[in-house]
């Protein structure tokens, strides 16, 4: 009975402390940063350590948002690796295996961050609108409304020949990473041109459909259905146009031909076809990437420079810029063993909305020794972008060169658009000091080390 009594005592004190929290955030929701929550754990401290090996309900999701549900003894102090090893367990992953292809991220519409093994989520959850206001681009009432998950996906730092080999021993997994390569595609965080996005559906459909059956999957079937195999921004592009039912003339869609992929490969087994897809997807620069929100000036006829939402995305061999809405238009890739970069953080108040830059250069044909583009990329969230530029960076040092050419062999399935960004266009350092905007110039001349008696030398 006492030991009953105990428990009962013991939520309420935890109630009790939520309560205190709730309170202390209601007044000013200023209070809701790393100082103060250690002021409020303080405070609270004997209460917290008699909380802390209390169960924690925690909940995990697959990429395509099934959520497992775990009661963790302790759970305010368990890291992400504990933490993932509770879900290879729970969908019979191979641990090693998995711990390499596969890690946790914390992640909400106004940001991801991919969690280390030592990371705690519950800390990282408590200090989340510290990690908004830092680096998200979120108006205050999104960031006090946004709640993130953590969500089991791809681990940025996994090679590309490590995951085939990987993918190649262990089909559970093959699995897991063809659910998050699927996802990537459909939220439109990995762009891909339209006859690749129809060759990736169709192999979706025959994971989801199995058999093809042609009473069953008609084209007025396929066209209720595009918006679950394709990404928003191309549906307009594929599905027909039709009034009572009846499609209109000149205004045909793809279905017919999404149809005719899909009975080609209907037969196919699950393992065949979780690999096709993941292939397709490697070929593509932003598969496998991070991806940053961030701010690119773009030119105009009609008015001044302006600033275009954009998204950024990093991987080991690519930086990819496409717009943010709309039809997510692409804007440029580079191999990031041929782009140089720097970050300026310092003096924001010389920059527009007090945002960082990430500065990159490199030549505007790749493998030419013509002109070279300097571009920059407003975001607050460049620091973590430098951050792991700087990783896979030193990583390729590392590699010898064949491996470097085998991780970034594919061919560029997309058009540069240079000539519609306010990039800086130069040959050498003094054509540089010329042409770049006049806020950017000293900072950008203390970080390159160039001083104004320098010669002409081209890079």
């Known amino acids: 009975m006492r030991k009953a009594e105990k428990i009962v005592q013991q939520r309420v004190n935890y109630l009790n402390l ?7 955030m209601g007044r000013n929701d200023n ?3 790393p100082v103060t929550e250690t002021v409020i754990d303080a405070r609270n401290s004997s209460l917290w350590e008699k909380m802390e090996d209390l169960p924690l309900d925690i909940c995990i999701y697959l990429p395509d948002h099934r959520g497992i549900q775990f009661s963790v003894a302790g759970g305010r102090h368990a890291n ?5 090893n509770l879900v290879f367990d729970e969908i019979g992953l191979e641990k090693f295996s998995a711990e390499e292809a596969l890690t946790l991220w914390m992640c909400s519409p106004l940001l991801a961050i991919q969690l280390k093994a030592h990371h705690v989520p519950f800390q990282i959850r408590k200090l989340w609108m510290h990690f908004l206001r830092r680096y998200s681009h979120g108006l205050e009432e999104e960031m006090t409304s946004d709640e993130p998950l953590l969500i089991l996906q791809r681990n940025v730092l996994l090679t590309m020949q490590r995951q085939r080999e990987l993918q190649e021993q262990h089909e ?4 897991t990473l063809y659910l998050h390569a699927k996802e990537s595609i459909l939220n439109g965080h990995c762009p891909c041109p339209m006859d690749l996005c129809l060759r990736l559906a169709s192999l979706q459909m025959a994971v989801e459909w199995r058999s093809f059956s042609s009473s069953q999957h008609t084209g007025t079937t396929l066209r209720e259905s595009l918006e679950n195999f394709l990404p928003a921004h191309i549906l307009t592009s594929v599905r027909s146009w039709s009034l009572f039912g009846w499609t209109i003339p000149f205004f045909k869609g793809s279905e017919d031909r999404l149809l005719s992929l899909y009975k080609a490969v209907a037969k196919w087994s699950k393992f065949r076809l979780y690999n096709a897809y993941i292939d397709l997807c490697m070929k593509l620069p932003s598969y496998g990437a991070a991806v940053f929100a961030a701010e690119l000036e773009m030119r105009s006829r009609w008015r001044m420079h302006y600033r275009l939402s954009v998204c950024a995305s990093i991987s080991r061999c690519w930086i990819s810029v496409w717009e943010a809405s ?3 238009s692409h804007l440029f890739t580079v191999a990031l063993g041929h782009c140089q970069f720097w970050l300026l953080d310092d003096d924001l108040d010389q920059f527009e909305d ?3 830059a990430l500065l990159l250069m490199f030549a505007e044909k790749q493998n030419d020794n013509g002109p070279k583009l300097l571009v920059t990329l407003f975001s607050k969230q460049a620091p973590l972008m430098e951050a792991l530029l700087n990783s896979f960076c030193t990583e390729q040092q590392a590699a010898s060169d064949d491996q470097v050419a085998i991780e970034c062999e594919n061919e560029l399935a997309f058009q540069n658009r240079f000539s519609q960004i306010s990039a800086v266009r130069f040959y050498n350092y003094e054509e540089l000091r010329a042409k770049i905007p006049t806020y950017l110039k000293s900072r950008l001349e203390r970080k390159l080390n160039i001083h104004r008696d320098s010669s002409n030398e081209s890079f």
């Open 354 to 356: 007090n945002y960082p």
């Open 31 to 33: 209070l809701s940063s």
């Open 326 to 328: 709309g039809n997510k």
């Open 172 to 175: 559970s997994l093959l699995e």
């Open 18 to 24: 939520l309560l205190i929290e709730l309170k202390m």
């Open 80 to 84: 992400a690796e504990q933490l993932a």
